[in-house]
């Protein structure tokens, strides 16, 4: 076999993803390493939900990809995903419209039961959901959530078992440029020499990224969930629902269940929620004024959960970009140094199309398409700055 020797660093999902698309595709000589483990870090804090409940072509696109990929690892690992169904609430007849659009280009591009429904159809699917002032939805039967921890095992598995090596407590502490291209990792445990990086580290991104001389301009935010306590199972099976209208500046509700007797709720917006985190010293619960903020418009949009209780909660870590999407690519100016990082609160469930577009980068020089390269190139922020 010949091709590049990588070093990922980042045991979570989106680097682990890579490893496993590059030895999959015969890449001889792959190594993850961590400064903890396998999802130590924000990929074993999210909630899980995958969707392909998109209106936008390539956003639609990719998640029927990272979709397909996740099936194939429910056969071939073992992978649980529980499809209980998802659901976009729509609020105007402007949004309904969107989402007949959407729902049929989600048909053209493979994800063949995404519906648009009218209000009735949602108080059916939900019927402890207030539907006064809804239009209707967008809903994907077969989308659902996972748990993140099981996901980034079983890519460890399956790219274990084909030749990659998963140091953890490896800690990245000093790097060398080697000539003729090479590099050399010096890690809490020893030394490691390469061909190519590929900064995968999440929120650590920025440290890794400095110490490689390669930045990444991506902020650590730090975003809250609740567990709540239902006092019966419910006797229909509860969709994940997202109740937020894009671009109105509020945040909006989310929920899904978590077993017969629990859900998880969280607040969303695609504007910065909070202050930027450091990822080595952040809160990892939920704060009084997040939960007082919750729960009642939770208890407005559901009033028929009688008895619905606050059990807890906890905090994790969105590495978001400065523009908000994905920076996958080769850094500028750093012959061999990748980044794969900024996935903000998707990062799980995009993962399998995160990775393998880095490994298209790393094994073939450009992804998949170009408007894949022009999306998430690292040097969009150069081209930027010289405009």
């Known amino acids: 076999m010949t091709g590049p020797s990588v070093v990922v660093v980042g045991a979570g999902a989106a680097g682990l993803s890579a490893a496993l698309c590059l030895v999959e595709r015969a890449c001889p000589d792959v190594t993850v390493i961590d400064r903890g483990h396998v999802a130590s870090g924000s990929s074993s804090l999210s909630a899980g939900v995958f969707t392909r409940q998109y209106t936008e072509r390539m956003d639609i696109a990719l998640r029927v990809e990272s979709y397909e990929r996740l099936c194939q690892l429910e056969r071939d690992a073992g992978l649980v995903m529980r499809r209980n169904g998802f659901l976009r609430l729509a609020h105007d007849e402007a949004t309904m419209d969107e989402f007949v659009r959407g729902a049929a280009l989600q048909h053209e591009l493979g994800a063949t039961d995404a519906q648009a429904v ?23 039967p077969t989308d659902g959530y996972l748990d993140g921890q099981q996901l980034c095992m079983a890519y460890a598995e399956q790219a274990q078992a084909r030749g990659a090596r998963i140091l953890a407590r490896h800690e990245l502490t000093g790097y060398d ?22 900064n995968a580290a999440g929120a650590w991104a920025p440290a890794v990224g400095a110490l490689l001389g390669a930045p990444v ?11 709540m306590r239902l006092d019966a199972p419910l006797a229909y099976e509860l969709p994940s629902v997202m109740d937020y209208v894009a671009g109105s500046g509020e945040v909006g509700l989310y929920l899904r269940p978590e077993g017969e007797r629990q859900l998880i709720a969280g607040l969303h917006s695609n504007e910065r929620l909070e202050q930027a985190a450091d990822p080595d010293d952040f809160h990892g619960g939920a704060d009084a004024a997040f939960i007082d903020a919750l729960i009642p418009l939770l208890v407005d949009r559901m009033p028929g959960l009688a ?3 606050f059990e807890g909660g906890w905090a994790g870590l969105y590495p978001n970009s400065v523009d908000e999407r994905f920076i996958i690519g080769p850094c500028p100016g750093r012959d061999g140094i990748h980044a794969l990082c900024g996935l903000d609160g998707v990062g799980v469930y995009m993962s399998p199309a995160a990775g393998r577009i880095a490994a298209d980068w790393i094994l073939d020089g450009e992804p998949r398409s170009a408007h894949e390269a022009v999306a998430f190139s690292p040097d969009r922020f ?3 700055e010289r405009v």
């Open 118 to 140: 009218d209000r009735r159809e949602v108080q059916r699917l939900v019927p402890d959901l207030r539907c006064d002032d809804v239009s209707g939805g967008l809903f994907g």
């Open 177 to 198: 440029e080697l000539p003729g291209g090479r590099h050399r990792l010096t890690t809490s445990r020893g030394r490691l020499e390469c061909d190519v990086v590929l």
């Open 217 to 227: 301009q991506i902020v650590a935010e730090r975003h809250q969930a609740c567990v």
């Open 307 to 309: 008895g619905i209780g």
């Open 382 to 384: 150069e081209a930027r």
